[in-house]
């Protein structure tokens, strides 16, 4: 016999987090969906429970945060989050705190959103937070460990962002030139990341993996 797991999800409502949960309700190996936010998402079927509160709170979902995998699709934008201290909030302290949850709570896989050039010691503000989540959450030591460093990320959205559709067109106007090494500066589709981030919460082969943007198309375009 074999077990079904229980799955969470942080973001859930956004672009990627949205296209992971729809795979996992329709994925006959997950029993139960987990969903951790701060308003409730309408519509959902049975196996889906959702947790409603301030992420930036997170010791709050304590007894209710037990699952077999966590996907951590948290974060912003600086548009949207202009506001440099909340901005370290959200995309650094959310999934810092959901990854000491996890690990205190014996989850064993822990899948998270970051981007490419994430670095600890960066000069550039966004990228050097991006590095300090990745680091903070190494330090969990978690059993399996997913950085995923995706590009510039493409998909429908129910939000007008306006520039950052410029910057899609842009990118995809010159995609027919980003070959060879440039290659990992394509757009990666939010539904090519949701498939592999669910490929390698299902395969478990190592202990930590970044996860580069290559990795992902390759990943998500095959599974």
Partial sequence: MILKKTAIILGASGLTGGHILKKLI??????????????????????????IGDLLDMEQFTSHFTADEVYCCIGTTKRKTPDKTLYKKIDCNIPVSAAKLAKANNIDTFLVMSSMGADKDSSTFYTKVKGEMEAS?????????????????????DDKRILENIELLLFKAIKPILIGFLRKYRITKAETIAKAMIFLANTQNDFEVIVTSEAIQKLGNTN
Avoid: A, C, M, N
């Fill in 26 to 51: 329709d994925d006959d190996r997950y029993e139960t969906i987990k969903l951790f936010s701060r308003s409730k998402l309408e519509g959902q079927p049975e196996k889906v429970e959702q947790y």
């Fill in 137 to 157: 959450v190494r330090q969990q030591k978690i059993k399996h460990t997913y950085l995923f460093r995706p590009t510039l990320i493409g998909g429908d959205r």
